[in-house]
């Protein structure tokens, strides 16, 4: 794990890396730019109108005005909004990545010494990967639902989302990895025989994305600016994806080649 760690970091300087992790923030920056510019500011006016009308959060803008602290209900619903668009922001990225970004730097690795050998078993398609994601992804957010009212609690809001970014990323990227060079039975014994490793890596790459997710969710400068801030944001994202793919890759395909090599998996 940690020696494909260290591969991974290396591979990152790589111009075409450095392009992928550039491409999906381009495209999905763009995509939400354009949602931010129609809904922005309606979505701000009827989370504002939730708060105050609503009996599940009426009672937190009562708070506020008994405490003095109305001027901060300019800010609650700015937060919430935030709060709601972040995870499908960063949802959307990952699969985006998941689709077009893993099987470049697939590509990009089985040109290396080390897995240019390595035989395509073809155990999985775009059919079966979105299928995959599908399943995945439906239970990430209903976890994201289960969890959502913990967010608010000060040390959650660091922990949650790398929890789950990591569980769904290490179901995304392992399909993507092998579905070239792995059978399924092949995907199935690697990914059973190493699934505490591979968790552990993708709830490393969590954290590492929980950065932006931490700056967006407690700063009233992201606030103020989140269209603007969160493009920025979306790269780091992007940056992390690629770099959790290139981990992945590494760690899975040299497991893969090792597995063949000793005769344990059948090609």
């Not at 550039?22 to 979505?43: N, T, V, Y």
């Not at 709601?84 to 077009?100: D, E, Q, R």
């Not at 390595?118 to 639902?145: D, P, Q, R, V």
């Not at 552990?200 to 969590?206: L, Q």
Request: some cysteine.
């Amino acid at each position: 794990m940690f020696r494909s760690f260290g591969l991974a970091l290396i591979g990152l300087l790589h111009p075409r890396i450095i392009w992928l992790t550039f491409r999906p923030f381009i495209l999905i920056s763009l995509l939400w730019g354009l949602i931010f510019f129609f809904i922005w500011e309606r979505s701000i006016a009827l989370m504002s109108e939730l708060i105050t009308n609503s009996f599940i959060t009426s009672w937190l803008a009562d708070l506020m005005t008994a405490a003095g602290w109305e001027e901060l209900r300019a800010v609650v619903a700015p937060l919430l909004f935030v709060g709601l668009m972040i995870p499908l922001i960063t949802i959307s990225l990952l699969i985006f990545v998941a689709f077009t970004s893993v099987p470049a730097v697939v590509r990009h690795l089985s040109k290396q010494k080390n897995y240019s050998t390595l035989y395509e078993a073809k155990g999985g398609g775009l059919l079966g990967s979105i299928g995959y994601a599908f399943i995945s992804i439906l239970m990430c957010l209903l976890l994201l639902l289960m969890t959502l009212p913990f967010w608010w609690i000060p040390p959650m809001v660091a922990i949650i989302p790398p929890l789950l970014w990591g569980w769904l990323t290490m179901r995304l990227m392992t399909y993507d990895v092998l579905a070239q060079h792995a059978s399924e039975e092949e995907r199935i014994s690697l990914i059973t025989k190493h699934k505490w490793s591979l968790l552990s890596m993708g709830v490393i790459s969590g954290l590492m994305g929980a950065v932006p997710t931490f700056f967006w969710a407690t700063s009233a400068f992201a606030l103020v600016f989140f269209p603007v801030v969160s493009f920025f944001a979306l790269w780091i994202y992007s940056m992390v994806f690629i770099f959790s793919a290139l981990w992945f890759a590494h760690f899975l395909l040299e497991a893969l080649r090792l597995e063949r090599l000793n005769g344990v998996i059948d090609v």
